[in-house]
C-alpha cells in the first residue's frame, strides 16, 4: 500500500472525543507530554529448543537479546524486521505474555515482570493484541455479541447484560460495522470486516495499549488501507498506544510515530519515522528500504542484495549478528565487537560501529 492516506471505510467510527454508549470520551493527548505507557529494559527470551532437555550441550533459540525501548502515552512504535527476527516474540513480552528470560518490563510505571498470574489479572485488561487471524481471539461458535459481551461481564464494564448489549452495538459502530451485525457468527464476515471484530473484541475491555501482530498482512490492499485508517482513528479517539508489529514498510510508515527495526533478536535501529525513512542509517535498514517503490517512476528502486540468508537463532554471529551480510563490515571489528545503540541524531539511535 502507499504512504499516503488512503480512502477510508464507508462506514466511520465515532468522531475523537465524542461520548457514545461505552462510555469513552478519551482524547489523545500529544505523545511528547504524555510520557511513557510502557517501557522495557534488556528485554531477553531463549527458549530451550525441545529434545535438548537432557542432552549435555542445551540448545537454546536467542529469540529476542538484550532489547529496550519505550512507548509514549498516544504513541504508535512500529516494529519491523523479516520473518524469524523476534518480533512476535518482543510483541508477547511486552504484554507479559511471556516471563523474560532477563530484563524487565513495565506498565504505566508497575513492573510487570515478576508479577503472578493473579496480580497480572487486572492489568491484563488494559493491555490487549490484534492478531494477523481474528480467529484467534474469536471463538467460531460464539456470536459477535457473545463474543464481545462476555469480557465487559467478566470485568465489571457493563452494568447488566443489556447495557453490554447496547455498548456492544457502540463498539461495532465505532469500528465500522452495523449494529445489527451482532447476532452474526465470526464466518459471517468478509476477511477485513473480521479483522474489525477481531479489534473490537480488543477495544471491548477499555485497553490503554495494544500491541497489533502484522494485523493487515492477510488482507487485500485496498482492505488494509482502512484497517490502518481505522487503527489511527481509534488511536486519535481513544487514546491509545500501540506497538504495530508488520513486516510491511509501507504500512509501518503510515501508522507510526516512531520505527525500530530489528535482527536476529536485536534492535539495530530505532528513530522518528520521517527520519528513518529519510536517511536510514543502518547498513540493514538500508538494504530494506532500497527494495521500496519509490513513487518517481523515472527512479526505479536499486536494491541492495543481501548476502547469503539470515543466521540462525541458535547460533548467533559473534560481534555485530550482521556482520556475514553486511556490505561494509569491517574485519577484526563488526566480527568481534558488539555495536550498542548510540543516539546519532535526536530520537535516533543505530547499532552500528561504522554509521556516522
Ligand atoms: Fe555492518 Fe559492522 Fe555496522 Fe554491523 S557494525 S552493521 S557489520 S558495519
Keep these: 500500500m502507499s504512504a499516503g492516506r488512503e480512502p477510508r471505510a464507508r462506514e466511520e467510527p465515532a468522531g475523537a472525543g465524542e461520548r457514545d454508549a461505552t462510555g469513552d470520551t478519551r482524547v489523545a493527548p500529544a505523545p511528547a507530554e504524555a510520557g511513557v505507557l510502557v517501557e522495557a529494559k534488556g528485554l531477553t527470551m531463549r527458549f530451550p529448543i525441545a529434545g535438548s532437555m537432557w542432552s549435555r550441550s542445551r540448545q537454546v533459540v536467542h529469540a529476542v537479546e538484550d532489547v529496550s525501548f519505550v512507548v509514549h502515552r498516544g504513541e504508535t512504535l512500529g516494529l519491523v524486521g523479516e520473518s524469524g527476527s523476534g518480533k512476535t516474540t518482543l510483541g508477547r513480552l511486552a504484554l507479559r505474555l511471556y516471563r523474560p528470560s532477563a530484563g524487565r518490563i513495565y506498565f504505566d510505571g508497575v513492573d510487570l515482570t515478576d508479577q503472578s498470574v493473579r496480580a497480572l489479572r487486572p492489568l491484563r485488561r488494559q493491555m490487549q493484541i490484534v492478531f494477523q487471524d481474528p480467529y484467534s481471539s474469536l471463538n467460531p461458535r460464539m456470536t459477535v455479541l457473545a463474543a464481545l459481551r462476555e469480557p465487559m461481564l ?13 455498548r456492544v452495538a457502540a463498539l461495532l459502530e465505532r469500528v ?6 451482532m447476532d452474526r457468527y465470526p464466518h459471517e464476515f468478509s476477511g477485513g470486516q473480521r479483522q474489525r471484530v477481531g479489534i473490537a473484541r480488543a477495544l ?153
Design 204 to 356: 471491548a475491555v477499555e485497553p490503554r495499549f495494544i500491541v497489533t501482530d502484522e494485523p493487515v498482512s492477510a488482507l487485500d490492499v485496498s482492505i488494509q488501507a482502512q484497517i490502518i485508517n481505522l487503527l489511527a482513528d481509534l488511536r486519535e479517539q481513544l487514546a491509545l498506544s500501540y506497538l504495530f508489529i508488520a513486516h510491511d514498510l509501507h504500512v509501518v510508515r503510515h501508522i507510526s510515530d516512531r520505527v525500530a527495526v530489528m535482527y536476529l533478536g536485536r534492535l539495530v535501529e530505532t528513530a522518528p519515522t520521517e527520519a528513518l525513512f529519510d536517511e536510514p542509517l543502518h547498513p540493514y535498514t538500508k538494504a530494506l528500504l532500497s527494495a521500496l517503490p519509490v513513487p518517481d517512476p523515472t527512479r526505479p528502486p536499486k536494491p541492495t542484495l543481501l548476502a547469503g540468508d539470515v543466521p540462525s537463532p541458535i547460533d548467533p554471529p559473534p560481534g555485530c549478528a550482521f556482520h556475514p551480510r553486511c556490505p561494509i563490515a569491517e574485519r577484526g571489528l563488526c566480527d568481534r565487537v558488539r555495536p550498542e545503540l548510540r543516539e546519532l541524531r535526536p530520537g535516533h539511535f543505530v547499532a552500528c560501529h561504522l554509521a556516522e
Design 154 to 166: 467478566v470485568h465489571g464494564l457493563a452494568r447488566s447484560r443489556q447495557d453490554a448489549k447496547a
Design 176 to 181: 465500522g460495522l452495523r449494529a445489527d451485525q
